[in-house]
């Protein structure tokens, strides 16, 4: 029978990686605390309309990478591709927008596209948004946060802030006409991508990968020329509120992001140890979505930061600020089977509030020598041995795996000595 394996780009996440996984979301997730941000959880199943009216119907996301499919009653439904989009709908929905709101999700997003390290199809992102906040104070404390993340992990020395302001709609509808006449008179230069983007989504040309594309930009105009004062003066306040608290900015011109929704602030911090797939975090403002979703007009900013990238960023430095033990701290050896009940008690008091100890309680019948075996290839430490004489008396012996060193513990009352013995 052939054996049935996972869905190419969608990957288990196996016992020897989780526990980094789950050291890596407990941290970010603390830092979010600090900041006074709330959790909201979204379905992964949205109407395929909202991705249409947020993400724009002619973006590669929209075009070629969602899994849309129709329900029983016809309605068309997608996988959702990002989470501002469902965090956006749900805050509408139900009516959370009446005050500023800090909010953060995280789980798993699908896009239909080629399967490559840290990129996959289906992916996990954390994100966060705020709304109601229209000062630029709003993207100095998010960036803030985000450098807190870095510092907390271990990578500040690894990641670097690039930031742009893509102005208003209507800078962006000057600059896009001058920048397609521009381009029109080069399409002998341009790669296929291009070439097809110049028709539908000309900005995302900005941050193509083809190196002779980027040269012909060179002597393209300029976004930074079609910017209204407003959007300029927000970009200075922004700088100095970050240099102010030491953080270093790349001012990179060709910073679009893929999202039709964004306007003046968009950033991506990036790092030169993943690759071509450099980006770990991005996002920006997006003051018209709400309303273009049928709320009241509402500013907004947030960002999404892709967590398998992360891991491997945190994988190329060895995970220095999240070392942990996802081994038991005991193994629990029973002598003989009708002793379940005295290691199911002793366990249970280990594992208590008082103790907090991971004790792995052996469940199968078997010879002590074969437990031990266990014990080893458990990587617990400590082997507390249970058999009818220390049942008796009232006592578990526990052995150093790793000396040999074996001492006798009382099991009646408290278990204060064996708690300290263990702990030290």
């Not at 003051?287 to 945190?314: I, N, S």
Request: hydrophobic fraction near 40%.
């Amino acid at each position: 029978m052939k054996i049935i394996k996972a869905v190419r780009g969608m990957h288990d996440i196996t016992p020897e990686k989780s526990g980094y996984w789950s050291r890596i979301e407990k941290a970010l997730e603390k830092v979010l605390d600090s900041y006074a941000y709330r959790e909201i959880r979204m379905p992964i199943v949205e109407s395929t309309s909202l991705f249409h009216r947020s993400i724009g119907e002619v973006t590669d996301i929209v075009e070629k990478e969602m899994y849309t499919f129709s329900s029983r009653s016809d309605e068309s439904l997608s996988l959702r591709p990002e989470g501002t989009a469902g965090c956006v709908r749900a805050c509408i929905e139900h009516s959370l927008l009446n005050v500023p709101q800090k909010l953060w999700y995280k789980g798993p997003m699908f896009r239909y596209e080629r399967p490559q390290k840290g990129r996959q199809r289906q992916f996990h992102q954390l994100g966060a948004e705020v709304f109601g906040v229209a000062d630029v104070a709003a993207e100095a404390e998010m960036l803030m946060l985000n450098q807190r993340f870095w510092h907390v992990l271990g990578v500040e020395k690894h990641v670097r802030l690039q930031l742009n302001n893509i102005g208003t709609s209507e800078s962006r509808a000057n600059f896009k006409a001058a920048l397609v006449k521009f381009l029109s008179k080069h399409k002998d230069s341009l790669d296929a991508d291009s070439l097809r983007r110049l028709e539908s989504n000309p900005l995302r040309i900005l941050d193509s990968k083809n190196s002779d594309t980027q040269k012909l930009l060179d002597d393209a105009p300029k976004l930074k020329d079609f910017l209204a004062d407003t959007s300029l003066l927000r970009m200075e306040q922004l700088d100095g509120l970050l240099a102010a608290e030491g953080i270093t900015v790349e001012y990179n011109p060709r910073l679009v992001r893929g999202l039709d929704y964004y306007n003046d602030t968009v950033f991506e911090w990036v790092s030169d140890d993943l690759g071509a797939q450099g980006a770990v975090c991005g996002g920006g403002r997006y003051d018209g979505l709400v309303e273009q979703l049928g709320g009241k007009p509402t500013p907004a900013v947030g960002f999404a930061m892709g967590l398998e990238r992360l891991y491997l960023l945190l994988e190329a430095v060895e995970f220095s600020a999240l070392k942990g033990n996802d081994t038991p701290d005991g193994y629990l050896i029973v002598g003989d089977i009708s002793l379940q009940a005295n290691a199911f008690s002793l366990a249970e008091r280990l594992r208590s509030e008082t103790a907090r100890f991971v004790i792995q309680q052996n469940l199968v019948p078997g010879s002590l020598k074969s437990q031990f075996k266990k014990a080893d290839k458990s990587g617990a430490r400590y082997a507390l041995i249970l058999g009818e004489d220390e049942v008796a008396e009232k006592k578990v012996a526990v052995k150093n795996l790793q000396t040999g060193e074996q001492t006798l513990f009382s099991t009646e009352k408290s278990l204060d000595d064996l708690i300290s013995a263990l702990r030290e």
